[in-house]
Nanobody, 124 residues
Framework: QVQLVESGGGLVQAGSSLRLSCAASASGRSFSSYDMGWFRQAAGKEREFVAVISPSGHYTNYADSAKGRFTISRDNAKDTIDLQIVSLKSEDTAVYYC???????????????WGQGTQVTVSS
């Protein structure tokens, strides 16, 4: 069981940077056992994959739309993951979710646990 709580969203100007965080509370299996991912869902659109990081942090995978401006990282000592976004664009406006996956291959095919999301709104 993993409980996930995102933070760091808000209203930001286009061109600025933002760092989202996700705090995990894991029971039964340690946080460092999970692949951790970020997804986003814009109003009226389906949720889409943004990035994922392996349990050790050695491997990452990004959606094409996220390459170059998004950086995923994790701190297994603090049970957290971050998503750094630079040069924000209006099309980055969405609810951002973190998710945990175990035993679903690489990159993961499914995620078992999800946070409630944090809203990011980019004004132009």
């Amino acid at each position: 069981q993993v409980q996930l709580v995102e933070s760091g969203g808000g209203l930001v100007q286009a061109g600025s940077s933002l760092r989202l965080s996700c705090a995990a509370s894991a029971s039964g299996r340690s946080f460092s056992s999970y692949d951790m991912g970020w997804f986003r869902q814009a109003a009226g659109k389906e949720r889409e994959f943004v990035a994922v990081i392996s349990p050790s942090g050695h491997y990452t995978n990004y959606a094409d739309s996220a390459k170059g401006r998004f950086t995923i990282s994790r701190d297994n000592a603090k049970d957290t993951i971050d998503l750094q976004i630079v040069s924000l664009k209006s099309e980055d406006t969405a609810v951002y979710y973190c998710a945990a996956s175990y035993g679903s291959g690489w990159p993961p095919l499914q995620y078992q646990y999800w946070g409630q999301g944090t809203q990011v709104t980019v004004s132009s």
